[in-house]
Structures are given as structure tokens and as C-alpha cells.
């Protein structure tokens, strides 16, 4: 079963790849959902072909889709059901500018545990996957996070809180302790991506605040299955909410999470 799901993740996840890169650096349609936050008719259409590939394989799966979300809460992520989580466009704003750092993420969940978990860089097509107690793979090779274990070599990812620009000055406070530790800090603008690399020992670790589920949901299974570690700032599992996030290797995690912690908490 757990196989069926993964494939059905990655159809679908592909299926929301095709539609983006046609619609690469093309016009688009923006709306505005609030202040600096767009919407565009590739994140439909893609969410369109997403969830086509997985109602058609499980009609009876909750789905919980960025665009079409209304009214969620957080204990539909607990649901004894099987919830299909998706984000059909991570990096809108990325994206509507032709920056090369969007990806299409798409879980499973039961219980608020991720089953299986897709993430696919639009512009490179690279794929990350994970299946819940059997690993993680980029492009089917098997990935692990990375060994640094001493911050003054790190590579360490974030995003802004640019929805919440009343948490602006706390942000900074925080991105400065950091930043005066590790090797530097990147900020591409996808955060189920930040995750991806995470997961591809590509970085050491990640925070960020105010991210929702379906930004989180696929990547949190990529870090776990990579053998990294993924928790909210208390070092809980409130991170699948999105409100607080903080992932690493197992020897920066501890210590990023204690600063997000201490800043955030
Ligand atoms: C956004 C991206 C960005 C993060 C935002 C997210 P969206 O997703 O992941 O990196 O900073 O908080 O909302 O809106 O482009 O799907
Ligand atoms: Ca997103
Ligand atoms: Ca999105």
C-alpha cells in the first residue's frame, strides 16, 4: 500500500511539473491572496492536474491543497483518514519572476504522521522522495543529510517572515546570533526546497516562521527518512502546522532549534 502511495505522489507531483514548465516564463495572471502574497493561474492549473492524479487513484482520500484549502485546521492533520497534502507551486513570487527556485511538493499523511513524500525542483527536475520507514531518495539514489557537525562549516537556509512583518525585528535578532556562528545563510524562496536540500546534505539546516502545511508536510518525511531531525521550536512535532520549523543534520538541529527557541518561543 505504501508503495502504491508513493508512486501515486510522485504521478501526481509530475503531473503539476508538466504544467509549470510549460508556463515558464510566461505572462501570468497575479492575484493578490494578501499583502505579498500572489497567486497566479499556473499555481491552479497545476493544482488542477495534481489532484486529478490522485482523486482518480483514491477517491475517498482527504485532500488538503494550498488553493483550494478554506477553512482548515490543525486536527485535520491528525485525521484517521489518509490526507493528501500538497503545495501545487512552492515560490510563487520565485516563479512569477522567472527566479529558478520553485518546486511542487505533495504528501500523504495518517495520524499527522507523512506516509510518503515528493518534492520536484521545477527548473533542474529533480526529484526528492521519501517513504516512511524505508528511506529517501533524490533521482532513486539514495540520500542522506549531510555530517558537519561544526557550525563555523555550515550552510544554514531560511525564509522571511514577509507575511508577518510585525516579527520582522525578532527575525533579525535571531538571524544575526545565527549568522555569527555558521559559514552563511541562504535565502532562496521555496521552502519545501530548503527542506529538499536539507535532506540532500545540501545544507546543514533550516528555520522559518508562518510557513503552512503544504509547505512542510513532504519535506518534514525527506529530513526524518534522510536521517536529520525536524521539530517546532519547543522540539515538538507542531512543525507539520507550519507555524514553527526548524530542521538539520542531528549534530545542528539541537542548537539551531534552542536559538529559534529562545528568539521564537
Ligand atoms: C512560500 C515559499 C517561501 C516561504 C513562504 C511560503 P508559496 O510558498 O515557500 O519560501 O518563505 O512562507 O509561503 O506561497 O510560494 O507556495
Ligand atoms: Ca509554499
Ligand atoms: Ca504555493
Known amino acids: 500500500m505504501n508503495n502504491q502511495l508513493l508512486n501515486t505522489a510522485r504521478e501526481a507531483a509530475w503531473a503539476g511539473v508538466r504544467v509549470l514548465s510549460q508556463l515558464w516564463n510566461q505572462a501570468h495572471h497575479i492575484e493578490e491572496k494578501s499583502k505579498n502574497d500572489f497567486v497566479t493561474e499556473a499555481d491552479k492549473a497545476s493544482e488542477k492536474a495534481i489532484l486529478s492524479e490522485i482523486q482518480s487513484r483514491y477517491p475517498d482520500h482527504l485532500i488538503l491543497a494550498e488553493e483550494s484549502a478554506k477553512d482548515w485546521n490543525k486536527e485535520a492533520l491528525y485525521s484517521d483518514e489518509h490526507l493528501w497534502v500538497v503545495d501545487p507551486l512552492d515560490g ?18 495518517r495520524h499527522g504522521q507523512p506516509l510518503a513524500g515528493v518534492v520536484v525542483d521545477v527548473s533542474r527536475k529533480e526529484e526528492f522522495a521519501a517513504l516512511k520507514g524505508k528511506g529517501a531518495w533524490v533521482d532513486g539514489n539514495p540520500m542522506r543529510v549531510s555530517r558537519i557537525s561544526e557550525r563555523g ?3 544554514v537556509l531560511t525564509g522571511f517572515p514577509f507575511r508577518q512583518k510585525h516579527k520582522l525585528e525578532t527575525y533579525l535578532g535571531l538571524f544575526s546570533q545565527i549568522f555569527q556562528e555558521v559559514s552563511g545563510i541562504r535565502r532562496a524562496g521555496a521552502a519545501a526546497l530548503d527542506l529538499a536540500f536539507v535532506a540532500a546534505g545540501r545544507a546543514e539546516g533550516f528555520w522559518e516562521t508562518g510557513l503552512l502545511p503544504w509547505d512542510v508536510a513532504a519535506g518534514s518525511l525527506l529530513i526524518t527518512e534522510a536521517g536529520g531531525m525536524i521539530s517546532d521550536y ?15 543534520n542531528p549534530h545542528l538541529h539541537e542548537w539551531l532549534r534552542g536559538k529559534c527557541q529562545i528568539y521564537f518561543g
Open 234 to 248: 519547543y522540539g515538538g512535532n507542531g512543525h507539520l502546522t507550519g507555524e514553527q520549523v526548524v530542521a538539520g
Open 153 to 155: 562549516r555550515s550552510l
Open 92 to 109: 510563487t513570487s520565485n516563479f512569477i519572476h522567472g527566479f529558478p527556485c520553485v518546486a511542487v511538493s505533495v504528501a500523504v499523511l
